[in-house]
């Protein structure tokens, strides 16, 4: 499917794909991948809803996005929050050390001091004010 675009010159075409967009021109030619829905694979039925307010020339944004990908706002918005999402969350759950701080803490780990009276103290403050599932 060939889809004529304005301003790309003569002797340019725009063709788009299931699988990705090329642009040709007269001496280069240019790939840009298209969209890919992590969600797609989720087996699980969409019943969880979102609502957000923009304002409108963000919307307008992703709305255009959206389209020049091929994909509805929802699919859009949802697949890229969700990647997002689980960068955040790899980013927090991962503690990134150098190698001066892992051997102390590998020493520690090793050799652990010995607990003092003020650590006994917190601990047992912990233990009746925290219930702990583990």
């Avoid at 797609?40 to 019943?47: L, Y």
């Avoid at 307008?60 to 929802?74: E, K, M």
Wanted: charged share 25%; net charge negative; aromatic share 2%.
């Amino acid at each position: 499917m060939c889809t004529p675009v304005s301003g790309l010159g003569k002797g340019s075409s725009l063709n788009h794909t299931a699988n990705y967009r090329t642009l040709t021109g007269d001496s280069e030619d240019w790939a840009m991948l298209n969209f890919n829905d992590i969600t797609a694979n989720i087996d699980e039925p969409g019943k969880a809803r979102m609502e957000q307010r923009m304002k409108p020339h963000i919307k307008a944004q992703i709305q255009q996005a959206a389209a020049l990908l091929g994909v509805d706002d929802t699919t859009f918005i949802t697949s890229v929050a969700l990647e997002r999402a689980r960068a955040t969350i790899a980013d927090h759950e991962r503690t990134v050390l150098c190698a001066e701080d892992r051997e102390s803490i590998l020493a520690a780990l090793d050799s652990p001091p010995t607990p003092t009276d003020d650590l006994r103290e917190v601990m047992a403050l912990h233990s009746t004010h925290v219930e702990s599932s583990v």
